[in-house]
């Protein structure tokens, strides 16, 4: 980013390349479409570079970035275009499944591999939002606990409690009773 503000955008090009799955996933794993994650991303790359002068390099930009996504997705979520959390994460009509890289699995570990996705995605969708956004950033993006605090605006000690409560009810769910 330091590079950016200097006039050079090949960092900024090569980190769009390198995180713009991630940011996707982000978002996906919030509840958006594939397309409201395209749009939402699109919108994340557009105003990270539009204050690139803004950028204090005292963190890891990693982090910045994903304070960018955050912050669209709850404009996006006060704008009222999500669907419903029962839905996170899931499969629009039309739409396919990205491929699983692996051996090739027999049809029975492929039935039972969605089935597994499918129990995780509506466990998570059954996290309020906090849980959820903690265990996004902590889990899926491998963040610190004191970067999401930053991030979150919020104690470090209440990310720990609500990674805490998150992974619990997860746990309970997944194990067939309800939390």
Same mark, same amino acid.
């Given at each position: 980013?330091?590079?950016?503000?200097?006039?050079?955008?090949?960092?900024?090009?090569?980190?769009?390349? &390198?995180?713009?799955?991630?940011?996707?996933?982000?978002? +996906?794993?919030?509840?958006?479409?594939?397309?409201?994650?395209?749009?939402?991303?699109?919108?994340? /790359?557009?105003?990270? /570079? +539009?204050?690139?002068?803004?950028?204090?390099?005292?963190?890891?930009?990693?982090?910045?970035? /994903?304070?960018?996504?955050?912050?669209?997705?709850?404009?996006? +979520?006060?704008?009222?275009?999500?669907? %419903?959390?029962?839905?996170?994460?899931?499969?629009?009509?039309?739409?396919?499944?990205?491929?699983?890289?692996?051996?090739?699995?027999?049809?029975?570990? +492929?039935? !039972?591999?969605?089935? &597994?996705?499918?129990?995780?995605?509506?466990?998570?969708? &059954?996290?309020?939002?906090?849980?959820?956004?903690?265990?996004?950033?902590?889990?899926? &993006?491998?963040? %610190?606990?004191?970067?999401?605090?930053?991030?979150?605006?919020?104690?470090?000690?209440?990310?720990? !409690?609500?990674?805490?409560?998150?992974?619990?009810?997860?746990?309970?769910?997944?194990?067939?009773?309800?939390?």
């Amino acid at each position: 980013m330091v590079a950016l503000q200097n006039g050079d955008p090949r960092p900024f090009e090569a980190w769009v390349r &390198q995180d713009a799955a991630s940011i996707l996933a982000f978002f +996906r794993r919030l509840g958006a479409s594939r397309s409201e994650s395209e749009d939402l991303a699109q919108e994340v /790359f557009l105003k990270v /570079f +539009r204050n690139r002068d803004h950028y204090q390099p005292n963190g890891r930009f990693r982090a910045f970035a /994903f304070r960018v996504a955050r912050n669209a997705w709850i404009d996006h +979520r006060r704008r009222g275009s999500v669907r %419903p959390p029962s839905a996170a994460g899931g499969v629009e009509e039309g739409e396919e499944r990205p491929p699983i890289p692996d051996r090739a699995p027999s049809p029975e570990e +492929r039935a !039972s591999r969605r089935e &597994q996705a499918g129990r995780v995605r509506d466990a998570l969708a &059954q996290l309020s939002d906090g849980h959820r956004m903690v265990f996004e950033l902590g889990i899926q &993006q491998e963040l %610190p606990y004191s970067e999401i605090a930053g991030l979150l605006g919020i104690p470090e000690g209440t990310v720990k !409690s609500r990674m805490f409560h998150a992974v619990r009810k997860l746990r309970e769910i997944l194990e067939g009773g309800e939390a």
